[in-house]
Each structure stands twice: as structure tokens, then as C-alpha cells.
């Protein structure tokens, strides 16, 4: 079955990032082998979901004898092109744009930050980790030349969706969005929106805005 098959449930093609992380770092312990029981058991879902996902892009291990550890991570990787080098495109170099240019992590796994946009004068022709800032409305004239399809936007509520829109016309196919709104975007673009303040909201359902009752709540018998 092809990768980009429709059929697959994109909720399954979000868990295999969590299923390769898992492997890796079962592969660094020394593990070889793992049944499906013990890895979901680490990722926090059923066994059972862990052999339908799987089974979507084919066979992995055997009854009785689990997977091979290093083998099901390669097939993982695979299936996520993690072993291609991608490059991004970051729109928004302000606090959190910054922090994103100098996180290392991104290019340790395969993306790099080849492009710099933002719209603040001030910044602009400045360089960042030994790019230059560019305006907006160079983004239709530099992601084609650079060929890239990976974006991520780390811009204001008020100007996501005009900078997604430009993107989207450049080419890009594949977007990570910092900015807390929900922006638009065709069917043959994929978008993943990162809101922290709204993780935070929805945790804060379960608790106590009395101070007495959080304490009373955390107090040990």
C-alpha cells in the first residue's frame, strides 16, 4: 500500500514520529526485541492499536516473537523519510522564531532552516546563524529557488493566514504552525498547528483555581 494512501488514517501517520523516538531510544538500551505489549506499553496505547497501525504498511514481526527493534525503526524511518534532509523555511524571527533558528535538534534530525522571513523593518538584512532576514514578499521569489516545501510559521494571530497563503502559492506542502489561530489551508497541504497557551488551557480543566483545594489536593497521607 502506498505511503500517501488516503485509506490511512492520519492519526496513524502521527503516531509514527512517538513509535521511531520509542525505538530509538530502546535501540540505545541495548533492547533487541520488543513484543507489542511492551511497546505500547511505553507509548501509552493497546497492543492491538499498535498491530493495526503496522499492519497499514505491511509485516513486521511474528507471532509470539515480537520486533526486531533496529529493523521496525528503519522500516519507521522510511515510511517518515527520515533519512532525506529537508529543508524549512521559517517565517517570523521574533522571540520564538529565534529560538527555533538556534535549536539544534531541528537539523539533527533531518530538517535545517535554509530561509528567513519577517515583516519587522528593523530586522530585515540582518542575519541569524548566517542567514539573512528577508521580507514577506520575497517568499514567492525564494522557496521555489531553494526548492523548499517544508515551512514553519512562528508569526502573530493577524498574519498567519497571509503568510500560509504566500507559502501555499510558493510551493510548500507541509507546514508547522506557532500562531494561535487556525488558519486555512487545500487538501494537498499538510498543516500541524503547536499552540502552547491552548495545551495549557485544556489541562486546566482539571484543576482547582482555589489554592486551598490545590494544596489540600496535593497533600500526602
Known sequence: MPINDPE?????????????QTLTYLASEGVTTVSS????????VTAAQIRRDLSYFGEFGKQGKGYNVQFLLNQVRDI????HSWGVALIGVGLLGKAIVHYTGFKDKGFEIKALFDSDTRKLG???MGMTIHHFSKIPEIIPDLGLNVAIVAVPAHSAQHVVDLLINAGVKAI?????????????????????VAALQSMTYYLSPDPKARSKNGKHK
Do not use: K, M
Open 8 to 20: 490511512i488514517p492520519d492519526i496513524v501517520i502521527r503516531r509514527l514520529p512517538i513509535y521511531a
Open 37 to 44: 505489549s511492551e511497546l505500547g506499553a511505553r507509548i501509552g
Open 80 to 83: 517518515l523519510h527520515l533519512d
Open 126 to 128: 540582518a542575519e541569524e
Open 176 to 196: 508547522l504552525n506557532y500562531a494561535p489561530i487556525t488558519v486555512q489551508v487545500p487538501a494537498d497541504v499538510r498543516l500541524r498547528s503547536l499552540d502552547p
